[in-house]
């Protein structure tokens, strides 16, 4: 991990638990990641879930149809050029077209 994400993200070292993790538990709980790029180099993760479904105590009581989103931009020289929020708003729009439900959208940077 990078050393701008360590603080907020922890997540283990080892590769194996990584994809098991991203693989096959994240998706068996609903969530649903991603990679982005700019211009062919891939610079970031986000992934999305329906909130009141996630479990542990993250937003539980909130509506059907509120999602969650979860972002980082792992390449550091890329931060502070709006490209998070770029992301943000298209991510937005593609959670609105491939779910039915959305009233709400929760941004966790």
Same mark, same amino acid.
């Given at each position: 991990?990078?050393?701008?994400?360590?603080?907020?993200?922890?997540?283990?070292?080892?590769?194996?638990?990584?994809?098991?993790?991203?693989?096959?538990?994240? *998706? %068996?709980?609903?969530?649903? %990641?991603? &990679?982005?790029?700019?211009?062919?180099?891939? &610079?970031?993760? &986000?992934?999305?879930?329906? %909130?009141?479904?996630?479990?542990?105590?993250?937003? #539980?009581?909130?509506?059907?149809?509120?999602?969650?989103?979860?972002?980082?931009?792992?390449?550091?020289?890329?931060?502070?050029?709006? &490209?998070?929020?770029?992301?943000?708003?298209?991510?937005?729009?593609?959670?609105?077209?491939? #779910?039915?439900?959305?009233?709400?959208?929760?941004?966790? *940077?």
């Amino acid at each position: 991990q990078k050393n701008h994400i360590k603080p907020v993200w922890q997540e283990s070292e080892d590769v194996d638990e990584l994809k098991e993790k991203f693989l096959q538990k994240l *998706p %068996a709980r609903g969530v649903k %990641a991603f &990679i982005f790029s700019q211009n062919t180099k891939l &610079i970031g993760y &986000i992934q999305y879930y329906s %909130a009141p479904s996630i479990g542990g105590g993250w937003w #539980e009581k909130e509506l059907p149809g509120t999602y969650g989103i979860d972002l980082m931009i792992g390449d550091e020289k890329k931060m502070d050029m709006g &490209i998070g929020h770029n992301v943000i708003k298209e991510f937005i729009s593609f959670i609105c077209k491939v #779910e039915s439900d959305v009233k709400s959208v929760i941004v966790d *940077p």
